[in-house]
């Protein structure tokens, strides 16, 4: 489905070839202009600006995307993108990602063909809605400041326990001998309680590769990355 706002390409088209003619391109000697219409209504423009340093150049739809938050927000409903001859031109990959986050997958876009569709134009398209699905789950358990040194060193033991009477699940972290250029073993962090082991082991694994798993009757799991080791040679079944 596309937007039900009538859009007027021959405007759109018209105003990008406007502002294509104030492009700042001494470099490239290639200006490009582009024009948005916005769901209100209201025309945005932008065209593109070269630099010494090549990499900073900001491209016409930049230019957009800043005018249209400079003038009130919104989202774009369709953009005409011209070259110098006024010809429709397609945004970069880097544009397309920018016109995705402010016009979506059915924000229009002219082509030489006819108008298509971001979502055509940028398919698989990564959005907020990939970074909810991370941010919005549980969280990834943190490795304090002071221990960040240690991250990858030494060995996680799992291991229930009991808490006012009912089993949980435990960890501590453990340093080797030798680690840190001393004969010296210990305790490096003691995790807190877990109704799942799993949870004891998301937490291990976060801290180093090596977790071992000691269930109640003393049977010793590998639950770290890779292959079991030799000597724990049964991977844990969770």
């Not at 025309?43 to 990499?55: F, K, L, P």
């Not at 070259?83 to 986050?101: F, H, I, K």
């Not at 877990?194 to 090596?210: F, N, Q």
Request: glycine share 12%.
């Amino acid at each position: 489905m596309g937007h039900q706002m009538e859009i007027d390409w021959e405007r759109l088209r018209a105003a990008a070839t406007k502002v294509m003619r104030h492009a700042y391109v001494p470099y490239s000697k290639f200006p490009v202009g582009a024009a948005a219409l916005v769901d209100d209504g209201r025309v945005v423009v932008g065209c593109n600006v070269e630099n010494a340093s090549y990499g900073m150049v900001l491209c016409a739809e930049c230019g957009v995307i800043s005018a249209l938050h400079a003038t009130g927000g919104g989202r774009i409903v369709a953009l005409s993108c011209v070259d110098a001859t006024g010809e429709p031109l397609m945004p970069c990959g880097r544009c397309r990602q920018l016109l995705w986050e402010h016009g979506g997958p059915e924000c229009l876009i002219e082509a030489k063909s006819g108008a298509l569709r971001m979502a055509e134009l940028l398919p698989y398209a990564f959005d907020a809605a990939d970074l909810e699905a991370v941010t919005g789950a549980d969280p990834v358990p943190v490795v304090p400041e002071r221990l960040a040194a240690w991250r990858g060193r030494g060995t996680v033991f799992v291991h229930p326990d009991l808490s006012a009477g009912q089993q949980v699940w435990t960890a501590y972290w453990e340093r080797s001998a030798g680690e840190a250029g001393d004969g010296e073993t210990g305790v490096l962090e003691e995790g807190p309680s877990w109704g799942d082991p799993a949870e004891a082991i998301t937490w291990g694994l976060a801290r180093v590769p090596r977790v071992v798993v000691v269930d109640a009757a003393g049977t010793i799991f590998w639950a770290g990355e890779g292959e079991p080791p030799l000597e724990i040679p049964i991977r844990w079944p969770g």
